[in-house]
Every structure is written in C-alpha cells, then in structure tokens.
C-alpha cells in the first residue's frame, strides 16, 4: 500500500529524532568518552592509576544513570567495591555490582532522600585512597535529595512544584534547590573529601554550565542564598512557602548557616567533572540524518527557551519565512533544541513539549507543506507518557472538524488531553510516545518544509 508525502514526513521526523537520540545514548556517551588500558583509567585527557586506589565507589543519579552505569560496570568490572545510584521510576537497567533505587520526579519522594542520606554515608566514609566515581544527569534535581535541617521533604517538594508552576526556568530551580540541599551545590564532592572525584555528567542545560547541571553536586557554586530568594520573590511567592523555607533563607542570608561550596574550598581542586553528551551531539547527528534523507538543514538554535507558546510563535515565523524563500519541490529541515517553560494556570495535563507543539499547530493553521515534532529526549513530558507530538497546519482545523476546540485546550494548560482525544477521533499518531529513552539532553524541535 503507498504512503502519503505526510506519512513519508511523519516516518522522517521519527528516524531523524532516533538518530539524535542514539548520538547521545549514555551507555555509548560513556565508552566513548572513557578508556580502561591495564591498571589505567583515561579521562578526557587525564590519567588515573586505578592501582593508586584502595577503594573504588560509583554513585550517581538522574534519568541517564543507569545507562551511564552499565556502561562503569562494563570498563570496570569487579574493581567496583561499591556502587549506588538513584533513577527515575523506570529507568532501571540490569546491572550485577552498581545498586540502583527507583523514585519519583520531578518532584522529589522518600526513597530518593533515603538513598541520597546512604551515597552520603558512602561519601564520607571515603578517603585520599578512594576513587569517588559519580554519574550524573537530567533528573538528578529532584533524586539526589538531602533536606537541610529543619526542612521537610514536603517542603522541598511544594516549593518545587510552586517554582514549576510559575514558569522558572531550570537555573532559578536550581538556585533555590541549592540552598536547601546538604547534597547540591558542591556539597557531595565536599563529603567525598580527600578522595579523588571524578563526574561524568549528561547534561540537560542550555550552554552546559557545570554548576546548573543537576543542581552541581561536585561543582562550586557562585550563587547565594540572596540569589535563591531573589527567585522566590521575583515570582511573588513568598507569602506561600513554608515558614521553615523562609526561615532557613533567611538565616543563610544572615550568614547564620554555612554558603554552599566555593571555588576556595579544598575539594573542587581533586574533582574532576567531564560533560560526555549534550544536545549539540544530538542535533549534529540530527542534522546529518536529515541530509541523509535529502532536507536541505538548518540548525536555528541550540538554546530555545521562555514560555513554549512564545517558542512556538518564533518556530512558526522561521517556517513561514523559510518556506517563502524556497523553490517549487524544495524540501528543507530546520531543527532547534533547548527547554522552554510552561506558567500553569489551567488544571490540564501536559508538558512544555506538547504545549509548544499546540500553540505551533494554532500558529500555522491553514498553512501547507510545514510539518513538526517537538518532543523530549528522556522520552517523557512533563507529568506524562508522552515525549511530545507531531503537528502540521492542517492540525488545528481537523480538530475543529472533530469537535475540538485547540485555544480552550491550550488555554486550559491541557496539550496532553488534546491530543489524546484528537488520535482517537482521527485514528492518527499525533502524540509522540517513543517510550524510555534512557537519555536526557532536553528538548528537540524537528520541522520539516516541503513547498508543493
């Protein structure tokens, strides 16, 4: 049976967004970043004598760990004396020596805060002989939890729902996780100390600042708890925290509790942190796979952010204005990536990806021969199982058709039910749900243009 020049596109975004994703598929990210020769470990430039070392631990967390640690498990084998690393409900792998605990996010639960208090206990038990190893990516935020004193696990998580709902982007998150962590910000490679740490690190952050990247576990932090409160108040949520939040701000802001680690501090010198994927990885291999398959490419952005549907807007007028340029049978791909923000007001389901992709769709309306997926490459959006969705100018109008009314779903922040309800009205695959991808490198947009 023949396809459609639509179904041909559909399958082409598909195969271009899976070689993105295996570009920065963590196992491989890991192998090929670092080498075992003999009682060698090769790093990024760096040597270490594994024979130097009494002791060698692997810990970790985030939603590319476990992939990352199979990867350890396979260079080194039974030179692992212990190992624990905390993932995201699952995104467990088979793994022989490296312990794993599944919990949830991205909101923060029990048996996260449970293991995080033993890689701790872990941390501190090492020595000037010991090779601390750590894992670390997307994720790991809300996995590797470690309350401050007097703070509660639920307070960490409404205080991170409520930053999340009001549209903060992953930096002002973390500024404040930071400060009410006795994990982030440096602190566990200052646990670690004297031992040797080395991070191998998946990064999820637009521009790939060390110190942002899971909240910087084992990187010295230049932010302040005048900065965490500066983000609280530039959100107007103050009054909602809970008084134990406020207190400790305010207490670190008068100097009263200890600064999260600075660069002065003797344990940032025998850290090592190495970023082995990103986004650039992917859209690189992103933009081949399209010119493999005949698109003229152009990579628009690597740092798309703000608010999905103003994203969408910008997408939207970079198709229009592409696609005016091009010649009659022209094919062209523009691809971009980063993490854009969702403010919640409706009480709908979705993610940043799905938003964008219905505010695009609205954008477009009418519009022939542009066609695009944005989607996640964790696999998941938001609260959901999807990774995103694919749309085209005529979404919108055979939603109408079908009785669904886009703006009132978008209006409502409920993309996910959306597109739900328009796959089964039209018996079509809209919803992109390609499952774990075991990766996290945020967020990739995949438009393809065809002029008729």
Known sequence: MMRSPQQDENQNLQDIFAAALAAVDPYRAVLAAVRVEGDVLYLSGRTFDLSAFARIIVVGAGKATARMALAIESLLGARIDAGLIIVKEGHREDMSRIEQVESSHPLPGEPAVVATRRILEMAHAADQRTLFLCLLSGGASALLVAPVEGVTLQDKQESTQMLMHAGATIAELNTVRKHLSGVKGGRLAQAAWPAQVVALIVSDVIGDPLAVIASGPTVPDDTRYADAWAVIAGYGLQARLAPRVVAHLQRGIAGEVA??????????????????????????????????????????????????????RFLAQAARDELAAMQPGERRCLLSGGETTVTVRGAGLGGRNQELA???????????????????????????????????????????????????????????????????????????????????????????????
């Open 358 to 452: 219905l505010a695009f769709a609205l954008e477009v309306e009418g519009l022939p021969g542009m066609m695009l997926l944005s989607a996640g490459t964790d696999g998941s959006d938001g609260p959901t199982d999807a990774a995103g969705a694919v749309v085209d100018g005529s979404t919108a109008a055979t939603a109408r058709r079908m009785g669904l009314q886009p703006e009132r779903y978008l209006n409502h922040n409920d993309s996910y039910g959306f597109f739900q309800r328009f796959d089964a009205a039209t018996g079509g695959h809209a919803h992109f749900k390609p499952g774990v991808a075991g990766t996290n490198v945020m967020d990739i947009q995949i438009m393809l243009l065809r002029r008729a």
């Open 259 to 312: 600064k999260t680690v600075k660069e002065h501090d003797p344990c940032p010198a025998k850290t090592f942190n190495v970023i082995v994927a990103s986004l650039h990885q992917a859209l690189v291999a992103a933009r081949q796979a399209a010119v493999q398959q005949g698109y003229v490419t152009k990579t628009l952005t690597l740092s798309l952010q703000g608010e999905a549907r103003v994203a969408a």
